[in-house]
């Protein structure tokens, strides 16, 4: 038996070394889990998964916000980019 989809769900792409990149690591991580406990017994049609872009030397994203990133019908699922700035503010937990 296949294990269900979760509703909603993160991950993150990074870029590389850079001065914010375990804020950003941390934060994104600590919501991570929140989500996953959150929405263990949540069954949804769709399946939404948030991938954040973090900039750091070798690459990043190539603009800050949200965009839709690709939708599969044959999946019902939504992947989301978020693009993070180069520096996390010091609420950086308010910003993902």
Known sequence: MDEPIPALSMGSIEGGTSPSMARWRDT?????????????????????????????????????????????????????QAGLPVDAPDDADGHV
Not at 52 to 80: A, N
């Open 28 to 80: 994104i991580t600590n919501l991570t889990i929140q989500v996953a406990t959150a929405g263990q017994h949540i069954e949804s049609p769709l399946s939404v998964n948030v991938i954040y872009q973090v900039p750091g030397k070798i690459v990043g994203p190539d603009f800050e916000g949200v965009r839709t990133g690709h939708y599969s019908k044959k999946d019902s699922s939504l992947i989301v």
